[in-house]
């Protein structure tokens, strides 16, 4: 039988989002009760044993300039940071030509440097004309959420080798295809992350710092401070709410609740049961905000081999299924971990292939980059995350053309005793941890006014 | 306690698709089950009771010239159809100028005419290139699936009177907007229904007939054929599959099978339990197919006035509420039923009204089309379908840029003991009954080969 719980608010999704949600209403003196799907919290942070008290991130990992909300909860659970490393030169495999190069940029033909210059400015000076809070209030939104970021990326960049390279970086930044992204979702999202440059970047960028750790014991030390207010193996399955009461019940137990905050990504949140059933709008809002796709590998060494011959073990190519690798170690440098990314299409693709064929096909990309040696790793992990029942895609979810003119406004909009939280719902760094951590820190505001 | 049966093919959905395909599994021996969520079969088909024994549709209702599948189907139950009603003139309200008109087209400008018939043979060269069954290997498919159907539309017709006039037909079409869908999913959509002016038009055309008795009658009549082997109010939360056999778990049963097939919309398809988890190009496909948006208004009179006054009953605006109203009544001609669409933007603004003011914009705008007295009905009906929890949104699902092309292939594909009917899922007549009624046909084929 069922467990009978009851709390001030029930939180479903031990994630940032949620777990943060949690601490802020339980620091306010209400009770709360999280309910988690799986048997671990972090959501789509995950880390990797590697052995010996050593991790590396199988999910979201960096963190940056701006993200103050997440800088600030990790000081106050007491983790430190460490920086990415990036010293050294990086490679570059463009239509057959291998550029080794210091710095942002290969040396490549100064027409394509300079065109890929202007269309990143162009990005950012359309991007700071969203507002964050209200995407389709843009002067241009209509126009913008009518077309694909791949239909803008057709046309702007005059050469085709500047577009190329465009789309390795959109791609990667989204996990997704731009055309599968409206115009105005891309800007949206590039302002809500400050900037072309500050979203590509490492050092003054998204992916300065590490989390000394890993990024999964954020959501690990806010869970602690929980004690049993987190639930684990109880995935949500209905909702019920009345006037004045909701209930929410999971494989293992009932809870009666005052309050629910959802804080999953959309395409889960749609596929709970809710008593009495959510508006028309709602659910197909939920509908339109299908997950990006991204499968992250590691490949683990004794050491990090490639820092010896002066380079930063980034690497990328508009051509290889293995979009770039970075050097991704533990901070003293052992063992040494090249992470590969493979995002959108040819994740699409390669998802479909078995384990071991899906190995080769990274281990050869990584070989390609930086030579045999770096093809024979001690050890590989791979993940999947579209493959992974609670969650279905990372980064995050990103909005399809017409989704944020037509549906934005009901985002954030609670639904009764209903309220949404996850980092999709974020005005300032949506998609990120920052996002996510922004977004607890609003629900439980709206939980608690 | 769940009431447990065993059956051959366990059926999901009671539509026409899933019916369809039960009838076909049944009549080659095999014993079958249709799971039904609702207290009634029909799923996108719904008759509304006008008494005396007549009815008018809240769903799907009309068939035309090449929906073989269909009328053959009808024929077989002993149905009848009459024609659609479209003696005498229509109007049209565009840009403060009324036009009362016989025939296809209002006397406007003939350069906008002329604009209008050159972007409409367009389409229909473009869209005969894409192949019905794999229209990933259409000839442009990656360029016509970057880019949406709005943004063609900005680009092609000339003049801007041509492209709204164009507007109201496509989002008539699809009951979604120009931006929601990939300009290869439309021209797929176009060819799959032959071309556009058989899409749009009555007498020739999709719109050409109509069924004695409702649309609805058709589910009726197969369920009544299938007896105890239909059960309604057992939505299906849970599907369990071994090498060798499934296990198919509703609110109120427990069933064994030896295969299943998944016949309702792929975003309520998403929302079952599987185990083994589908595979994750599976689950991100199902969440890329979002249901269109309509609400379908009836109103009623003592008779058809309009047709003294030599009307009708069609007409339309690109600037009202209501797109289009139309002559819907019963075969004798009494009562009067003008039918009202609201699709896509516009549905989505008023499903968010509460019942009264919706009532109040429709009968506002039948007015300002057919005069006062058409303001004035003895009754009104209405229906959102995106309310409707267990089909979330009509008339059916579109494919948004980058869909066909990157997870096209695995729409008809099996995963497992797992088939998938549906009309979404038709190469011929795609999102129409005559298509579900091919889905059902396909997939029994399967099931038995």
């Known amino acids: 039988m069922a467990e009978r719980r009851e709390c001030d608010v029930a ?43 050593k991790v590396v991130e199988l999910g979201g990992q960096w963190i940056g300039p701006t993200q103050d909300r ?25 239509r057959g030509k291998r550029y080794r190069y210091p710095g942002e940029m290969p040396g490549m033909n100064r027409l394509v440097l300079a065109d890929f210059a202007q269309a990143v400015a162009r990005i950012d000076r359309m991007a700071k004309r969203v507002p ?95 004690a049993d207010a987190v639930q684990l193996e109880a995935p949500v399955r209905r909702i019920r709410q009345t006037a004045s009461s909701v209930q929410v019940e999971t494989d293992r137990s009932a809870v009666a609740a005052r309050r629910v905050v959802v804080a999953v990504p959309p395409t889960l949140a749609v596929r709970i049961d809710y008593h009495p059933p959510l508006p028309g709008g709602r659910d197909q809002l939920l ?56 995002v959108g299409r040819k994740a699409r693709s390669l998802g479909r292939e078995e384990p071991e064929a899906r190995r080769k096909v990274v281990l050869d990309c990584i070989a390609r980059y930086l030579g045999l040696r770096a093809g024979e790793p001690r050890a590989y992990h791979d993940l999947d995350w579209s493959a992974e029942v609670w969650t279905r895609g990372c980064y995050g979810a990103h909005f399809p053309p017409g989704v944020w003119t037509q549906f934005g406004p009901l985002l954030r909009e609670p639904v009764g005793l209903i309220h949404w939280a996850g980092s999709e719902t974020s005005a300032v760094w949506n998609g990120y941890m920052d996002g996510a951590v922004r977004s607890g820190e609003r629900v439980a505001q709206e939980v608690l006014a």
Chains 1, 2 share one sequence.
Do not use: C
Not at 11 to 25: E, M, P, Q, S, Y
Not at 79 to 84: A, C, L
Not at 298 to 303: I, P, S
């Open 132 to 226: 964050l809070d209200r995407p389709w209030d843009a002067p241009r939104a209509r126009t913008w959420d009518r077309e694909t970021l791949a239909a803008w990326l057709r046309r702007a960049p005059k050469t085709a080798a500047a577009r190329s390279m465009l789309q390795v970086y959109l791609t990667a930044i989204f996990a997704a295809e731009p055309e599968d992204i409206s115009l105005l979702a891309a800007l949206f999202y590039v302002h809500s992350g400050t900037s072309f440059e500050v979203l590509s970047t490492w050092e003054g960028g998204a992916q300065q710092d590490r989390i000394v750790g890993g990024s999964q014991l954020v959501s690990t030390r806010l869970a602690e401070g929980l």
């Open 11 to 53: 939180i479903v999704g031990a994630g940032l989002a949620g777990l943060v949600a949690a601490k802020l209403i339980a620091d306010a003196g209400r009770s709360v009760l999280v309910l988690e799907a799986r048997d671990r919290v972090g959501g789509r942070t995950l880390n990797l044993d590697l052995g010996e008290g």
């Open 70 to 94: 997440i800088y600030a909860l990790i000081a106050e659970l007491g983790i430190d940071t460490f920086p990415s490393y990036e010293a050294g030169d990086s490679i570059a495999l463009v």
């Open 287 to 342: 509908q339109r905000l299908p997950q990006g796709t991204v499968i992250k590998a590691h490949a683990v060494y004794d050491e990090p081999f490639w820092r010896k011959e002066g380079l930063a073990g980034f690497a990328w190519s508009p051509h290889l299924p293995v979009s770039f690798i970075l050097d991704n170690s533990p901070p003293d440098g052992s063992p040494g971990v090249l992470s590969s990314f493979i």
